[in-house]
């Protein structure tokens, strides 16, 4: 029957809508079946921690993320920013922008 | 890309430092033409991240959080309130801050819940951020004058964003008729409490 519903099992069982079976309740209800989670799972779970290895030295790698907009803008207008973190030592560089082009403009 | 240029600029002359790799999601403005061909010229190694996945690049966006939590306490501290709730909220309701004792004690939220239950007969106690001031109203559930007109409620929001841009109403909406004082309370890093009250 396949990884069917432990209810519906119990409810076949009982009833005698299907024949040769028996299910023993007296172990409670089975609440969790690990293959059929494991069958669902499209991905493995994120790790929570840094994984891989970090920069051994300052400069060696940096981290950049643009944010925004906010709903506020600030009094020069501004309503994203960009920020450059490194990972060695996260010296933290921000800059403020208008328009998430800015980040952007032709070189 | 100026900001990154003047970025590279900065590190350059101030740190004597190149950058080797840049972390960043897959955003457009990272994956430009222009900027691939910068990267190059320069010799930087770029790495981006898997779609979808902001926490590849954890540091980058743990930063955020950092930020906004600075700038709010900054914020209140300054006593600029305002900027904190976005223009919604700012828009659509007055409020105004109670200053509070530094150890705000269950005692110390009750005696004032009761001053003011004088004038309103309702409040609704709402977008408690921590767990600590979750039990902290907690124990004051249970100490609360039965009937009355009084309600109690209380809601956990924790995301960055939601403070500024829906304000602290929407969730309470359906819950608001009828209630004439909403109160709530949002603890910074710092522990610092501000109390909102609106009619």
Known sequence: MGHITPSVACHLAENGLVSGIKVDLTSGEITFCESCVYAKVTRKPIAKVYKGEHAKEFGGEVHTDLWGPTLIATLGGESYYISFTDNKTRLTYLHLLHQKSEALPGL | ?199
């Open chain 2, 1 to 199: 890309m100026k900001p990154y240029q003047d970025f590279e600029a900065w590190y350059h002359t101030q740190h004597d430092t190149q950058i080797k790799v840049l972390h960043s999601d897959c955003g457009g403005e990272y994956l430009s033409k222009d900027f691939v061909n910068h990267l190059k010229a320069v010799g930087t190694q770029q790495k981006l991240t898997v779609h979808n996945t902001p926490q590849h690049n954890r540091i980058a966006k743990r930063l955020n959080c950092t930020l906004l939590e600075k700038v709010r306490a900054m914020l209140h501290d300054s006593g600029l309130p305002c900027m904190l709730w976005g223009k919604q909220s700012a828009m659509l309701f007055g409020y105004k801050i109670i200053p509070l004792p530094k150890h705000l004690t269950a005692e110390h939220l009750l005696k004032l819940l009761l001053a003011r239950s004088q004038t309103f007969n309702k409040f609704i106690l709402g977008d408690l951020v921590s767990g600590y001031m979750l039990r902290m109203v907690g124990s004051l559930v249970g100490e609360l004058p039965k009937g009355n007109g009084w309600g109690l409620m209380m809601g956990v929001r924790t995301d960055a964003e939601y403070t500024s841009q829906q304000g602290i109403w929407s969730p309470l909406n359906e819950m608001c008729t009828g209630i004439h004082l909403i109160m709530s309370c949002y603890l910074t890093r710092g522990r610092k409490i501000m109390i909102y009250l609106t009619q």
